[in-house]
């Protein structure tokens, strides 16, 4: 797959009136369209005196984040174990809609 010849020559691309850097069309084309992007990178290896050269394809972005809980909307994420991840499970638990939950646990304030 790879970066787009617009990107790897630093073009900026117009969208909707607006100038975008062609890494962040990446990056929303990621966020957005929930695609994976794969970036090509060439290293030096040596093994018993004899140097080469590596070429190796790695994930560079994906909108799959399983360090983080990932809200409703798709862009805000809390870090597991929050407190806020609590609440939405008691309002869940109470009876009302996800959605419902959702917003009423990211409303709530801690009390201490």
């Known amino acids: 797959m790879g970066m787009e010849n617009t990107a790897r020559n630093n073009m ?3 969208a909707i009136g607006e100038q975008y ?13 929930e695609k994976q ?4 990178n060439v ?9 080469s050269l590596v070429e ?8 799959f984040d399983d ?3 990932i ?5 805000r994420t809390l870090p597991y174990e929050h407190w806020r991840i609590g609440a939405f499970y008691y309002y869940l638990n109470s009876g009302i809609t996800q959605e419902n939950a959702e917003q ?7 009390r201490i």
């Not at 992007?37 to 090509?40: H, L």
């Not at 290293?43 to 140097?51: A, E, L, N, Q, S």
């Not at 809200?71 to 862009?75: F, Q, R, T, V």
């Open 21 to 33: 850097d062609p890494l962040t069309l990446l990056y929303r084309e990621c966020l957005f369209d």
């Open 104 to 110: 009423r646990a990211m409303i709530v304030k801690l």
């Open 37 to 40: 992007i794969y970036a090509k």
């Open 71 to 75: 809200l409703s909307d798709g862009k």
């Open 12 to 14: 900026s691309i117009t």
């Open 67 to 69: 360090k983080r809980w």
């Open 43 to 51: 290293g030096f290896r040596t093994k018993d005196h004899i140097i």
């Open 56 to 63: 190796v394809e790695k994930q560079a972005a994906s909108p």
